[in-house]
């Protein structure tokens, strides 16, 4: 298969933003065969099948694969797997790295729609939307969750969505009776408003891009009451 030239695009932003946080690198050697292949997994439950659809479009539309989502038998879960051995130079010189961090690559960031596609793809992953009311107010929390601090990340939503953004630290213990055993369980939780500083950003930017529409509606209906002066101006 001929591989097509990859260049920087909304639709790669946006891959990237989900192969970092729900996607798997994986290396694995094949009896016969003197060099490892490499594949990527993503592995989703059935309300995020959206994106593994637009994921698997775009594996097509950029990559110039085809590839099938099959369901897992005896689990109610989606996977689709891509080859990429061939692509891992074009990765390395477009800065997209795969080591569970969200790692912006470099040319999104000084474009605002390559960002928002980015970020698009990471909340639709990892990532929650919370109305929640303080006093009189309601307020729009998004939440990324992971298994690192990402401080990276942090620094670049300050900087481009010009907002407060902040970092909890979350564990819990977990007890499994089968085995007789309790798993300390740890991750991180990012958190940022949507706001009158960044939610123009979030409707321009971000909002095309998320395929998943229970998270969607959630920050259009925001932003549609906060536009009619129904809720505060933070």
């Known amino acids: 298969m001929k591989e097509k030239i990859v260049l920087p695009s909304f639709e790669l932003a946006y891959w990237t933003g989900v192969v970092q946080s729900d996607g798997t690198l994986k290396k694995y050697h ?30 097509k539309n950029v990559f110039n694969r085809s590839v099938k989502v099959f369901k897992l038998e005896k689990r109610n879960v989606w996977t689709l797997n891509i080859r990429v ?15 569970k961090s969200f790692n912006s690559p470099t040319w999104c960031l000084g474009n605002p729609e390559l960002f928002g596609a980015y970020l698009a793809g990471i909340i639709d992953g990892d990532g929650s939307v919370t109305l929640t009311k303080r006093r009189k107010y309601l307020y729009c929390l998004m939440r990324i969750y992971s298994g690192n601090e990402e ?18 630290k979350r564990t819990k213990k977990s007890y499994f009776a089968k085995e007789n055993r309790i798993i300390d369980g740890t991750w991180y939780e990012l958190h940022f408003l949507v706001s009158k500083k960044n939610y123009k950003f979030l409707k321009e930017f971000v909002l095309p891009n998320i395929s998943l529409n229970y998270k969607k509606e959630k920050i259009k209906s925001f932003i549609q009451k906060f536009e009619s002066n129904k809720i505060s101006g933070m």
Request: glycine share 4%; proline share 3%; charged share 30%.
């Open 30 to 59: 094949v009896k016969g065969r003197k060099h490892p292949r490499y594949e990527i997994s993503l592995t989703v439950s059935e309300k995020s099948l959206p994106m593994l659809f637009k994921f698997q479009e775009i594996c």
């Open 85 to 99: 051995k061939s692509l891992l130079d074009a990765f390395h010189k477009l800065d997209i790295r795969f080591n």
């Open 151 to 168: 401080k990276e990340l942090a620094d670049h939503l300050k900087k481009i969505l010009n907002c407060g953004v902040s970092v909890h």
